[in-house]
């Protein structure tokens, strides 16, 4: 038999002996003396042992799992063949009316009719990746009155404050508040979705009842279900009532699992407190769209281009030191159509989410054109740029999108009229791609702006319904790299001293 | 029967749990001994601190006892075990989080030294480290280096091929060797 440690030998063998022995003397108390615990499971074991004794009442039979021995009345009476197979064929039954009858579907009317009955949410969550704590967020709701959400993730924290006329988003320790229209959260805690779980869309996963998990919590019987999805995972507790009081969320990716534990309480007085914005004294509340229009103004773009009532503008454009190329750009509605749509729907801010944020990681192109639907394709001399709106919610990332058509909504050549920027080549073509489901012929603006607001409300719960992505090859045929931004506030300086510092980072091939 | 891996004379899992079955409640205190440090590390990683941990092992064997006439191949007794302390694990997080005002989170380096095994800021770190690996390397690391267990009993609770259990060793010390440089 091989050795290990022999089978090993290629790394370095010092750090390997010396990590053993570190290991080693890590490991050293738990290798101490277990007697008093022992002793204390085995007079349990012995106590249950004796338990199923009497139960089964077979002084030779076995112990472990004496239900398995034990022949009930019941087993007797079916014994003949036409009894047990009736029996057989009548669990069988109740099996399938169990896993089918109330099925996923209506366990997921339940739960979200359960929702509408109630005041007042309140909802921790924490995410672990192994052991190691990932995120925590909390979470109050009071219907018609307010939403207020708290994130920490790493050594960063997220507030989110919603009432009835505003939502405003704020980072610990930067400058700047966003304060846009409120959403539906505030009305409709169904519409209830985090960055990390959305458990609306979670319940359309196949489900299963499961009467082991069943649990007592805060003295109510809840019982379990278990929701699966290809590498996403749930199990719920439900009380009496329906009510989600208990959550485990599993999501695998590769060989490591992110798990989110969840508790929910409800009908709970919340201070309204809660809900009013406090934000730092010096910190500078902005409107997203009035910034925007301010700091990106479009007469001052390099490109603009206009599809299905939006604008996409690039504002620069440029060769960093390392050939890769750099750009600034930003999405947002036509005048006309904010004009038409302004009625406080959140879909008004795609732009914001384009030009005022930093960048905020990067993933593979196959991923990311997997995971989103494509904008827009640019091609400026040897630069490819994908414009894309980026599904963010992690469990669906590589799912590829369904919809089961394109709409081609501009001609290519169309932005050469439109390019204001001289000394770039003029061999420029443009396109947009929108997925939408339903009917291509005959489908209108509106519709159209409908479905892409539902589907961004599928993924993000403020304000970060869309995000740009970049798709930027190195000039040197170097890794491809994307870039997403969330709306995090920052100045055009700081967002561009952001991302050169952050392209300096990344390590050369 | 005997442990044929370790060419030992102790009886093999398979062997222990068929008595147990028969009604040998004391054979279980042998397989509680073979597998009370392996099922203490893992809990220890969750609960992060000894006394909790000390309930939470009890609970595994409880478990594993109760349901052992559940347990279709009594030789894979081990990575049955290890699998129903996972779950263990996991329902403590849960009942913890119901419970917001004692659970202040899973905080490996947070911890008073006292409790931690391993007092100095070496062994806080290699313990930090080795909770941020994925679970069958973590496990790995504990059976193969700590609990000092043959390859082949180790790649059995884990349920791996050999190689594949070399792979995953092999990861798991890439790995820690990242997380710690060459400090280790």
């Not at chain 1, 050293?28 to 085995?42: G, H, Q």
Request: charged share 30%; proline share 5%; hydrophobic share 40%.
């Amino acid at each position: 038999m091989q050795s290990p440690r022999r089978h090993a030998g290629w790394l370095d063998k010092r750090m390997i002996r010396s990590l053993e022995d570190n290991l080693r003397r890590y490991h050293a108390p738990f290798r101490r003396d277990y007697a008093d615990e022992r002793r204390r499971l085995m007079e349990a074991i012995a106590a249950e042992a004796d338990a199923a004794r009497r139960r089964t009442r077979r002084a030779t039979g076995s112990i472990a799992g004496s239900a398995a021995d034990h022949v009930s009345p019941w087993r007797r009476w079916i014994r003949p063949a036409p009894l047990a197979a009736a029996a057989v064929l009548a669990v069988a039954a109740a099996v399938w009316f169990t896993l089918f009858q109330s099925s996923e579907e209506s366990l997921r009317d339940r739960v979200l009719a359960s929702l509408e009955r109630i005041r007042t949410m309140n909802v921790d969550m924490r995410t672990y990746q192994g052991n190691t704590p990932l995120r925590h967020t909390q979470v109050w709701f009071e219907r018609d009155v307010g939403f207020s959400e708290h994130t920490t993730l790493g050594d960063t924290s997220y507030i989110t404050v919603a009432n009835n006329e505003y939502t405003w988003r704020h980072t610990a320790g930067r400058p700047m508040v966003a304060r846009m229209k409120n959403y539906k959260h505030v009305t409709d805690p169904a519409e209830f979705r985090l960055d990390n779980f959305d458990l609306a869309s979670a319940l359309q996963n196949p489900a299963r009842r499961d009467p082991k998990g069943d649990e007592v919590i805060d003295d109510t019987r809840c019982r379990m279900y278990r929701l699966r999805n290809g590498d996403e995972t749930l199990r719920l507790w439900l009380d009496q009532d329906d009510l989600v009081r208990s959550f485990e969320h599993e999501l695998r990716r590769g060989r490591t699992a992110e798990v989110t534990y969840g508790s929910i309480n409800y009908d709970l007085p919340i201070e309204t407190t809660q809900f009013e914005p406090s934000f730092p004294a010096d910190a500078v509340v902005v409107a997203p769209e009035d910034y925007l229009k301010s700091t990106f103004p479009l007469s001052r773009a390099i490109y603009e281009h206009e599809a299905a009532g939006m604008v996409f503008a690039v504002h620069d454009l440029k060769r960093l030191d390392d050939r890769t190329g750099y750009m600034v750009t930003s999405v947002r509605l036509t005048d006309d159509d904010e004009k038409a749509l302004d009625d406080g729907d959140p879909w008004r801010f795609f732009g914001d989410v384009i030009a005022l944020a930093p960048n905020r990681g990067s993933m593979t192109h196959k991923s990311a054109v997997a995971a989103s639907s494509l904008l827009a394709r640019m091609k400026i001399g040897d630069l490819i740029v994908h414009w894309h709106l980026l599904n963010l919610k992690p469990s669906k990332t590589l799912e590829p999108d369904p919809s089961p058509f394109l709409i081609r909504v501009a001609a290519a050549n169309e932005l050469k009229k439109h390019v204001h920027h001289t000394g770039r080549s003029s061999d420029i073509t443009f396109s947009a791609m929108l997925p939408v489901p339903g009917d291509e012929a005959g489908i209108t603006l509106e519709r159209f702006l409908t479905d892409l607001h539902a589907q961004g409300q599928q993924w993000q719960p403020i304000a970060q319904y869309f995000a740009l992505v970049e798709v930027v090859p190195l000039a040197d045929g170097g890794r491809t790299v994307i870039r997403w931004r969330d709306p995090n506030l920052f100045s055009v300086g700081e967002f561009i001293q952001h991302t050169i510092a952050r392209i300096q980072r990344r390590p050369s091939k | 029967m005997t442990d044929s891996a370790s060419g030992s004379a102790l009886p093999d899992d398979r062997h222990l749990v068929e008595k147990v079955r028969a009604g040998d409640v004391a054979a279980f205190g042998q397989l509680y001994d073979r597998y009370v440090r392996l099922i203490h590390t893992i809990c220890y990683s969750t609960t992060g601190n000894t006394e909790e941990t000390g309930d939470l092992v009890h609970e595994v064997f409880l478990r594993s006892f109760r349901n052992l006439a559940q347990l279709r191949e009594p030789d894979r007794f081990g990575s049955w075990l290890v699998a129903i302390a996972k779950r263990a694990s996991r329902d403590w997080i849960r009942r913890k989080m119901r419970d917001r005002h004692e659970f202040i989170g899973i905080d490996p380096g947070g911890e008073s030294e006292d409790d931690a095994p391993g007092g100095d800021e070496q062994m806080q770190r290699l313990r930090h480290a080795i909770s941020t690996l994925p679970d069958n390397e973590r496990i790995a690391l504990h059976l193969f280096y700590l609990d000092e267990q043959s390859a082949e009993k180790a790649r059995k609770v884990l349920g791996l091929s050999r190689s594949g259990f070399y792979r995953v060793l092999e990861r798991a010390r890439d790995r820690l060797r990242d997380i710690l440089g060459s400090e280790f």
